[in-house]
C-alpha cells in the first residue's frame, strides 16, 4: 500500500491544494492525516470538505478538540486562542460534529496515527526528543507510527543493535528495515515551523518500508491575505512566510 501521511493543515486552504494535487500526480491508495485540520488559518470548512471528500482518515488534534470545547483554552496562547474562538463562529453543525467525532489514535494494518503521541493520545504531549518518544516506541504495535503537533518533521528509530537505543533523525528519507520500529512526525501542511516555508507530505510505502518527505512550494500569499481578511491576527499571517 501507498499510504500519503498530511501533518496539521491548520486551515491552509491553499497548502492543502498544493499537496492533494500532487499526491494525486503520484497516486496513492490512501490519505491519512494526523490531525489540526483547523485552527490558525481562514478556510477551516474548505479543508474539512477536501478532506471529507478525498476519504482522508483523520486523526483528532488539540486545536480541533479546543474547536469543539474538549480542551481547556488555557493551554492556548492569545493568537491560537483567538484563532479557535474565530473557527468555531463560522464552522457549521455538521463540521463541528465531524470534528467532535475524530478518533484520537487509529491503528491500521501497517502503521499508527495519532496527534501528539501514540503512549498517550488525548494529553497533546509534543515529542522533540528521543526520551519524549521512548514510551510511544514501546507501546507501537506496527513498525512505523506517524504524529505531527510540534510541526517539525524528524523521525525517532528504536534501533536494532544496540537493543533498546533510539536515534534520530531530522531527515525525513527512512528505509523503515533498519530500525525495529520508526515513529515519524510528518511536520506540517499548513504551518511549517523548521524555518522553510514550503508545504510539504509524506509517502509511505508499506512494501518497500520506505518514508519519505517531499517539499513544495505554494501560494502562500493567497492563503496569508485570506487571514489577514478574515480579521485574524496578522501574525499568523506573517509567520507562514517565514515557517516559524
Ligand atoms: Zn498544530
Same mark, same amino acid.
Given at each position: ?36 485540520? /483547523? #485552527?490558525?488559518?481562514?478556510? !477551516?470548512?474548505?479543508?474539512? +470538505? $477536501? &478532506?471529507?471528500?478525498? %476519504? ?90 506517524? /504524529? #505531527?503537533?510540534?510541526?517539525? !518533521?524528524?523521525?525517532?528509530? +528504536? $534501533? &536494532?543493535?544496540?537493543? %533498546? ?80
Amino acid at each position: 500500500m501507498r499510504y500519503a501521511v498530511l501533518g496539521d493543515i491548520h486551515s491552509n486552504l491553499s497548502a492543502l491544494e498544493c499537496v492533494l494535487e500532487d499526491i494525486r500526480a503520484t497516486q496513492v491508495d490512501q490519505i491519512l492525516s494526523v490531525g489540526d485540520v /483547523v #485552527g490558525y488559518g481562514a478556510s !477551516p470548512s474548505d479543508c474539512i +470538505r $477536501l &478532506l471529507r471528500e478525498e %476519504g482522508v482518515i483523520v486523526v483528532k488534534g488539540n486545536h480541533d478538540a479546543a474547536c469543539v470545547g474538549e480542551l481547556n483554552e488555557n493551554t492556548f496562547n492569545r493568537y491560537a486562542l483567538e484563532a479557535v474562538r474565530w473557527t468555531r463562529g463560522v464552522l457549521s453543525t455538521d463540521e463541528m460534529d465531524w470534528l467532535r467525532e475524530l478518533p484520537l489514535e487509529v491503528t491500521l494494518e501497517h502503521c499508527q496515527l495519532a496527534h501528539g503521541s501514540i503512549h498517550e493520545p488525548e494529553a497533546f504531549e509534543y515529542i522533540r526528543t528521543t526520551r519524549d518518544a521512548d514510551p510511544s516506541l514501546e507501546l507501537m504495535t506496527r513498525p512505523v507510527a506517524f /504524529v #505531527g503537533h510540534t510541526h517539525i !518533521p524528524i523521525a525517532l528509530m +528504536r $534501533l &536494532l543493535e544496540p537493543v %533498546g537505543s533510539t536515534a534520530y533523525s531530522p531527515d525525513l528519507d527512512v528505509d523503515l528495515r533498519e530500525s525495529d520500529r520508526c515513529l515519524v512526525n510528518v511536520g506540517s501542511v499548513g504551518q511549517p515551523r523548521d524555518e522553510d516555508h514550503r508545504t510539504g507530505w509524506v509517502l509511505f510505502d508499506s512494501e518497500a518500508q520506505t518514508v519519505k518527505l517531499k517539499r513544495l512550494p505554494y501560494q502562500i500569499e493567497v492563503a496569508a491575505s485570506r487571514i489577514r481578511d478574515a480579521g485574524l491576527p496578522r501574525m499568523l499571517a506573517d509567520r507562514l512566510y517565514l515557517g516559524v
